[in-house]
């Protein structure tokens, strides 16, 4: 089935440290991937739509500047959190969707998520 | 907008009791409805999904059916295993907006032996 890879899973790094996590959709391409934030025993929070060769569209109240996102190929999709700060610390998560055979009803397919660490 | 209310959690129960995690949702339109799950430390995989009115979602002995009358899509499993604890997310996506899901809260199911 559709793989959604995403690297690295676990960040420790120290404050004002710039840091990237990849996600990758290992069989498919993904015009479109998705980035997540999620707090413990929370709900996923959307942070940003990654079109690929195309800005990125980023939700209320979600700093551009401080996440930024790239999406070079069909396949590759980069967050980067910049000068990162010890409130950035989360789990973050990509998903990408496989719109083989058509949009309706398709799923979107989940990384296995990065833990960053701001120290 | 569109949203997703799930049960409040958490559900504790014994192993081959039977599960019910209700689901609700608001919607314009025909969404698609999704259950995902999340174990402890990994990203979420897909359960089940149905993608229009009456359908019905199954895998893994878990159940779902789009109930557009009652804006439901309850989950449900006759039996649960201690392997079956982790967190469960119901969520929805429109046609447009490029599958952009929304989540329900999530509830956090715990199995005893």
């Known amino acids: 089935g559709a793989v959604v890879s995403q690297h690295p899973s676990r960040v420790i790094c120290k404050s004002g440290t710039s840091v990237k996590i990849e996600c990758r959709s290992l069989?498919?391409?993904?015009?479109?991937m998705f980035w997540y934030r999620q707090f413990p025993k929370q709900s996923l929070m959307l942070m940003a739509t990654s079109n690929e060769g195309s800005k990125a569209t980023y939700e209320q109240g979600v700093e551009k500047d401080k996440f930024l996102i790239n999406h070079a190929s069909l396949t590759l999709s980069t967050l980067t959190v910049t000068s990162a700060h010890p409130e950035d610390s989360s789990f973050y998560i990509c998903?990408?969707?496989?719109?083989?055979?058509?949009?309706?009803?398709?799923?979107?397919?989940f990384g296995d998520g990065t833990r960053l660490s701001i120290l | 907008g569109d949203s997703v209310t799930q049960m409040e959690g958490p559900v504790t129960l014994s192993e081959e009791a039977f599960l019910t995690i209700n689901c609700t949702y608001t919607a314009t339109g025909y969404p698609s409805l999704f259950w995902y799950v999340q174990y402890p430390g990994e990203g979420l995989q897909l359960l089940l999904k149905a993608t229009k009115a009456d359908d019905k979602g199954s895998n893994k002995g878990f159940e779902a059916t789009y109930r557009k009358e009652t804006t439901s899509f309850h989950l449900e499993k006759g039996s649960v295993q201690v392997s079956d604890s982790a967190v469960y997310f119901c969520a929805l996506s429109q046609g447009t907006s490029y599958g952009k899901l929304t989540f329900g809260q999530g509830t956090i199911l715990t199995v005893h032996p």
């Open positions: 069989d498919f391409q993904a015009t479109t």
């Open positions: 998903s990408a969707r496989d719109l083989t055979g058509g949009a309706q009803g398709q799923p979107q397919h």
